[in-house]
Structures are given as C-alpha cells and as structure tokens.
C-alpha cells in the first residue's frame, strides 16, 4: 500500500468534471469519485501499466449518476476503481452485479481527510465478490480479498476477448429518450448500458442526444432573457434623461471618472493600475483623502479566465444562495427587533443546553457501543476546499508519513451470507413440429440464454432453499412471440423461486420476438426446465 499525493490540478479537473452532476450531494460525493479514479490512473501509469480512459462511461453524467460507473481500461481489462473517503468499509455497488456490467477487477483507493494524498488499498477480482456480506445496495469484501499490483500483473499477463455486443444498435437508440426522460424499466436500461459498454459509436450518438436535449430545454428562456434585457435597457435610458444637469467635480473625482471611463473604452487591453506618487499626492491633496487605486485585468489573460472559471464552478456547488444582512434589515422593522432579538436568544439558551445533553449521552453511548461494521458515515464533504494553483504532470509516488486515522478501514465479519439459489442450465422441450424450424429452435435458444442471465440477478433477493432442482413451466408462445398461457408442471417447493421465474419469462418474452421468416402459423407449447444449484 504506497500513499501518492494530490496535486491541485487533479483536484480542480475532479470539480469541473463533477460540476455537470444534478444535486450540490451527488457532486460532492462525484468530486471524490473523480479524484480517486485520476489518482489511480497516475499511480498505475507510474507503475507501467497503462491505463486509457478513452472508453469510460464516468465521463457521461447521467449514466454515471445512475449506474455508479467508474471505469478505466487496462487493454481489454476494465477497471472499476472505489474510492473511500471517511467511510470506514469498502462498499461495491449491488446495480453492478443486477445490470451485469461487472468489470474484470474493482482498484481501491482511499482518499485523505485533507484532500492531500490518497492511499492506493489495491485489486478486488470481482468473481469473489459474490462470497461476500451484502445488503439491499452493497457488497461489502473483506481485507483478505485484496491483493496488490504484482498479482494483478499476473491476471492480466493473457489479453482478454471483447465482449460480444448485445443487440442492434437501432434499438439501444431508440432507448436514449426514455433513458433520459427517466421513463425506462430497469430490463430495459440493462440492455441499453450492456450496448452503450461495448459499443463506442452508439456512446457517441448517446452524448449527442444528451447535448441537444440540454439545448432543447434551454431554449424555452431565450423570450425571457431577451425581455429582461430589453426592459433593463429602456430603465437605463428613461433614468439616465431624469438625471440632472452634472456638477463640477473635484480633481479627485475626475480622477476616479477617467479611470472608470478607460476600463469601459478598452476591456480587451491589458490595465495598468492608477497610481500616483506618494510625493504628488502629499502636494496636490494635502487637505484631500487620497485617491483610490483601481485595480483592473486583463480580460482575455489566462489567469482572468481562470479565476472565473473556479468561480464559476465554486458557484455550482454552492446551491444556497447566502442572505444579505441589508435586505434583513429592511424586512425587520425597527419595533419588532426587540421581540425578535429576545425570542433569538432563548432559543440560543436551550440550544446550549440540548447540545450539552446530546453529547453527553452521545459519549456515554459510544462508550458503551462497538463500533458498527457497516456504519453509514456523513459524505457532506469540505465545500471549502478549492485548488489554489495549477501543477502539471501526474501524481508522484511518495515515500510520506501520514496520520494513521486518515486510513483506517475496518473489517468486516466475513460471514458468508445466507444460502441464494442460482441457475445450473436451462433447456426447453419442444414438438416435433417446432424442432423441425432451425430459425424457431435458435430463437428459443436465445431466449433460454436471456432468462438464465436475468433469472440469476432475480435470484439474489431471494433466500428460500429450493425443495426441488428442477422447475418447468409449460408454455404457450403465440406466433406473434406473446404468452397465451404458463402453467407450473414442476415446481421448486417455494413460492417465491416459482414466481421470480415466472416474472422473468414473461419480461424477456415482451421484447424478445420470434424471427419472420421462420413463424409458425399456430401457438407453439413448449416446456421450459429450469435446473437450480
């Protein structure tokens, strides 16, 4: 486990890639995100292994908001990195494994209380993970499932195969408007992140699509924003002809006039400050206060659009708008201040003595209490916190003594969970009249291999031992590929096994149609076997 430090480059590249994100939370906990798969693409980089980011889904806001995406390639070789920043557990999301878009092996990283440094944890191979503890949104791996760098050397020594697309790229298309209109099952948006995994073009489109209904929704201001500005203007003329005549101004005044005046004329041209010498001014205004000094930029400088940019983005995850004190002042009139400034200080009062007995009983509690082994923990992270300079080139590895705490994690009680039933094989039974279409039997086949994928991410909310191993369903597919009819001839000894395979045929056969040209003419009945381990 080596420690790398955080150069501020990093860091700002983390917020402006986090900044397109929905809510002031889901940046925050992005920004971290972010920082951690840069910090482990420069730590892998540095050890020789190469890693691109040319195909990685996190780079698209919306699909890593919902799928909790975080990939980087080594070759063919995806990476998921999982970045721990005051959590006290290594937390894999559960949608990974129910979209089966699990990648070859999860790299984790922990971040510094700080934001300074990182600690590089190291590999999870993501076949193990479902030996571990989970709950309704985590896996949560032990210590002794990581392994370092030489090992992952080791795994990876062979090139893996590209996996085989999945689907027609039309389809997934004709997904993207529902995707982003949140109106898509999760069957349906399994299909469409398997495709958009494997598929760069339909990714481009995707981010096209994405681009344009930004555009789309807002245009709908521009009437407005051109009416403001036209009222704005018509205000500023008809108040500039109420102004009266001007009068004569001091040299000081004009001074300060011709200052303002060259910052409108030239905004494009580098300003010197106004300045005169300490000498002149004691002779000139000696009986005066001293003129002041504008300070003005260069508004096409580098540094310029710099500051405006981490202004810009220190805004965006600054939702709550801070009240001004004038605008109280107005509100609160001057007989009610008394009553409200009495009313405020009890309120402090009992506040003193709450916190006070909180804390008491929060420490005699933690006292008395060990410390959970899945504590949910505050991801309100430092607003506060934004990169004052610029460091080019990546992070360094550092031989760095740190506080222990900043990277404790805990272990956690390697229990294997409770028993989940999983699919061995599915088969179909078939007539003689169906077996004779090659285009029909291959259509069942694909179906088979559909439900045996979905029925296996079904199955792990469901603990019930099956009596029986072998289910099987009769079932009638009109030709137009719909359910007429399902009936249970063998069934596993649960309910609820019974009913997750029930659910899943029917899902898969909603969108899954037989081809045209090997149709038959009149319902099939077919028996689908379902064998459980």
């Known amino acids: 486990m080596e420690i790398v430090e955080i150069a501020d480059e990093q860091a700002y590249d983390a917020k402006l890639l986090a900044s397109a994100l929905s809510d002031a939370k889901a940046r925050k906990r992005a920004m971290i995100d972010m920082l951690g798969i840069s910090c482990a693409a420069n730590y892998l980089n540095a050890k020789k292994i190469r890693i691109n980011t040319k195909r990685s889904v996190y780079k698209i806001p919306l699909l890593f908001e919902e799928f909790k995406i975080t990939d980087i390639y080594y070759g063919n070789y995806r990476i998921d990195v999982i970045t721990l920043y005051r959590e006290k557990t290594i937390k894999i999301p559960k949608i990974h494994s129910e979209m089966d878009i699990l990648p070859h092996f999860y790299f984790v990283v922990q971040i510094g209380a700080k934001i300074k440094e990182a600690k590089m944890i190291g590999f999870i191979d993501s076949k193990s993970i479902s030996n571990c503890s989970f709950d309704s949104k985590f896996y949560y791996p032990t210590l002794d499932m990581i392994f370092d760098v030489n090992k992952f050397i080791a795994l990876t020594r062979h090139s893996v195969a590209t996996k085989t697309l999945l689907g027609k790229h039309i389809d997934c298309m004709g997904l993207f408007l529902k995707f982003i209109d949140n109106d898509l099952s999760s069957l349906y948006k399994r299909q469409m992140i398997q495709h958009l995994m494997n598929c760069d073009s339909c990714r481009a489109r995707f981010i096209d699509v994405v681009e344009f209904e930004k555009l789309a929704n807002n245009i709908k201001y521009y009437p407005d924003v051109i009416r403001k500005s036209e009222t704005k203007i018509k205000t500023q003329n008809s108040s500039s002809e109420l102004q009266p005549p001007p009068k004569a101004m001091t040299l000081e005044e004009s001074l300060e006039n011709v200052a303002l005046d060259e910052e409108d004329k030239s905004q494009d041209d580098a300003f010197i400050d106004i300045e005169q010498d300490t000498e002149a001014k004691k002779e000139d205004f000696s009986d005066k206060e001293k003129p002041k000094t504008v300070q003005m930029f260069d508004l096409s400088s580098d540094e310029f659009k710099k500051q405006t940019s981490k202004k810009l983005i220190e805004g965006i995850f600054n939702e709550v708008p801070k009240l001004e004190l004038p605008q109280i002042k107005t509100v609160i009139s001057a007989k009610n201040r008394r009553t409200i400034l009495v009313i405020a200080l009890i309120f402090i009062i009992l506040g003193s003595f709450a916190l006070i007995s909180i804390k008491g009983s929060t420490e005699s509690f933690e006292q008395n ?67 004779k279409k090659d285009n029909y039997i291959k259509f069942l086949q694909l179906v088979g291999k559909n439900i045996k994928l979905n029925l296996q991410n079904d199955l792990l909310l469901v603990n019930d031992v099956p009596i029986n191993k072998i289910v099987k369903l009769d079932l009638k597919i009109a030709p137009n590929g719909n359910i007429d009819d399902i009936r249970l001839s063998s069934s596993s000894g649960t309910v609820a096994i019974d009913n997750a395979i029930k659910k899943v045929i029917n899902d898969t056969l909603t969108y899954m149609k037989p081809p045209s040209n090997g149709i038959i003419s009149k319902p099939a009945d077919v028996t689908l076997v379902v064998e459980l381990k």
């Open 369 to 435: 209490q060990p410390l959970a082994d899945f504590e949910e923990v505050d991801e309100n992270y430092a607003d506060s916190y934004m990169p004052q300079m610029h460091v080019q080139g990546q992070a360094q590895l550092i031989p760095k003594e740190t506080s222990v705490n900043d990277f404790v994690i805990n272990q956690p009680i390697s229990t294997k969970p409770t028993y989940t039933p999983s699919v061995a094989k599915i088969s179909w039974e078939a007539p003689e009249s169906v077996v």
